[in-house]
T-cell receptor, first 109, second 113 residues
Framework: DGGITQSPKYLFRKEGQNVTLSCEQN?????MYWYRQDPGQGLRLIYY???????QKGDIAEGYSVSREKKESFPLTVTSAQKNPTAFYLC????????FGSGTRLTVV | ELKVEQNPLFLSMQEGKNYTIYCNYS?????LYWYRQDPGKSLESLFV?????AVKQEGRLMASLDTKARLSTLHITAAVHDLSATYFC?????????????FGQGTILTVHP
């Protein structure tokens, strides 16, 4: 079955640590996206990629980095520069409407 | 820059009642999307509205689009508890931003017995 897989489901980050969230899709979509959702809030765009080896900053890119070396994969790294990383992270793919992954809940400990 | 605003942000309904969620957007949007999110879960696609006057229905939910008014509505008929969730609308500005969706704040719907 085609879909988009995020891992891990839960992630705990210590202060000063970089962590990487995985996002893999087998839908043959060119475009992929990372959103952040804070409790009771809407979705804010972190980064997006419309094609392999290319990506653009979204509205809240500071403290995050991405790569797009393969069409299927769009990992997000939350760096130590992101001072308030606790949130629900959603990966999506598609051009006309999205398919979302199941999300990763990141908590700072 | 496309901005999307929903109202109300919180909606408490009795079972069996009807209500409408409104989604206003600031500039031309190629398409208008509605999503549902259950607590702690990801987003599930409900409707894609492609053109002025488009209407789509699924069960007790009906979505419509008025591109001249830059308004989409999600109408709930005879609400049931299972419809309790957060509903998001999203627009796509098109052009070089094709594919990039801008989301509204979400409407938290709670249906009471």
């Amino acid at each position: 079955d085609g879909g988009i897989t995020q891992s891990p489901k839960y992630l705990f980050r210590k202060e000063g640590q970089n962590v990487t969230l995985s996002c893999e899709q087998n839908l043959n979509h060119d475009a992929m996206y990372w959103y952040r959702q804070d409790p009771g809030q809407g979705l804010r765009l972190i980064y997006y990629s419309q094609i392999v080896n290319d990506f653009q900053k979204g509205d809240i890119a500071e403290g995050y980095s991405v790569s797009r070396e393969k069409k299927e994969s769009f990992p997000l790294t939350v760096t130590s520069a992101q001072k308030n990383p606790t949130a629900f992270y959603l990966c999506a793919s598609g051009t006309y409407g999205y398919t979302f992954g199941s999300g990763t809940r990141l908590t700072v400990v | 820059e496309l901005k999307v605003e929903q109202n109300p942000l919180f909606l408490s309904m009795q079972e069996g009642k009807n209500y409408t969620i409104y989604c206003n957007y600031s500039t031309t949007s190629d398409r208008l999307y509605w999503y549902r999110q259950d607590p702690g879960k990801s987003l599930e696609s409900l409707f894609v509205l492609l053109s002025n006057g488009a209407v789509k229905q699924e069960g007790r939910l009906m979505a419509s689009l008025d591109t001249k008014a830059r308004l989409s509505t999600l109408h709930i008929t005879a609400a049931v508890h299972d419809l309790s969730a957060t509903y998001f609308c999203a627009g796509n500005a098109g052009g070089t931003s094709y594919g990039k969706l801008t989301f509204g704040q979400g409407t938290i719907l709670t249906v009471h017995p």
